[in-house]
């Protein structure tokens, strides 16, 4: 079960940090990701870490302003997103899976409910 927070309202260029905790002990054993909707949008891909942390990747729309981070002793991942801009308001949602290392949605076995980010002008 994955259980993601940290959302809200923030203004453009400021920050928020994401967290989506994890239960079980098998945690290290997935990849996970972050994935945001914007209404009236498809579901994107936002950012990935690997079950060691070692292996990143972002999607274009973020790179250099957002930054996936995990604590395996925490069963927590995290996104630092900074220098955010209204066309980041969305709901976050985190998703894990044991293999995948990509950036399909449909590939993600687990998904958590979600957390709103709202970024105003």
């Known amino acids: 079960q994955l259980q993601a927070s940290g959302g809200g309202l923030v203004q453009a260029g400021g920050s928020l940090r994401l967290s989506c905790a994890a239960s079980?002990?098998?945690?290290?054993?997935?990849?996970m990701g972050w994935f945001r909707q914007a209404p009236g949008k498809e579901r994107e891909f936002v950012a990935l870490i690997s079950r060691s942390g070692g292996i990143t990747n972002y999607a274009d729309s973020v790179k250099g302003r957002f930054t996936i981070s995990r604590d395996n002793a925490k069963n927590t991942v995290y996104l630092q997103m900074n220098s955010l801009k209204p066309e980041d308001t969305a709901v976050y949602y985190c998703?894990?899976?044991?293999?995948?290392?990509?950036?399909?949605?449909?590939?993600?076995?687990?998904w958590g409910q979600g957390t709103l980010v709202t970024v105003s002008s």
């Open positions: 079980g002990r098998t945690f290290s054993s997935y990849n």
């Open positions: 998703a894990a899976d044991r293999y995948y290392t990509g950036r399909l949605k449909g590939e993600f076995d687990y």
